[in-house]
């Protein structure tokens, strides 16, 4: 899966990321759908990411920059918040999409793709894409094109590829307009 950039500074996140490097495990990234998760209580969407740090370092600003790779989609069955503020909880791991070769009505989205990862920000995630795959043709898409955050998540949650390119190419085709 796909790679990304954040900024730590809380400490709640700055001691969840030690226990994970402690324990050798990941963590799950999760869309926010109502609520605010510093200000009060908050409602997450049924599908994340479960996310390993691939990176770690100082930024100028003094804030620590992480790295995190995608490692498999989740279903998160239970949320609490503890003390901290830090929501935990359970999940199941859903199963992988099978292998889907990019159709031919779908090369100019790889071609898109690609000049995408020539940006020097996207360069620096340091990532890897079988341009043959559509499974990683859409991942990567959806990580990278100025979608909306309802839309990203409702191409995460789609579990068909093609159906997947499809709706890129719909968003795109909005983009334009």
Known sequence: MGRIPLQLFEPRYLDMLSDCMK???????????????????????????????VDFRKLENGLLGITIEGTSKVLLTESTKGADGLYSGRIEHLIE???????DEHLELATLLEQLERHPAIQALNMSVDYEDGRQVGWRL???LPLSKEEKQFLLELTDPL????????FLSLMEQ
């Open 97 to 103: 999409e099978e292998y889907v070769p990019l159709p």
């Open 142 to 144: 959806v990580e990278l």
């Open 23 to 53: 324990s050798d495990r990941g963590f799950v990234v999760v869309l926010i759908k109502e609520g605010d998760e510093v200000a009060g209580e908050c409602e997450f969407y049924g599908v994340g990411t479960y996310v390993r740090l």
């Open 163 to 170: 159906e997947r390119l499809k709706q890129i190419e719909y």
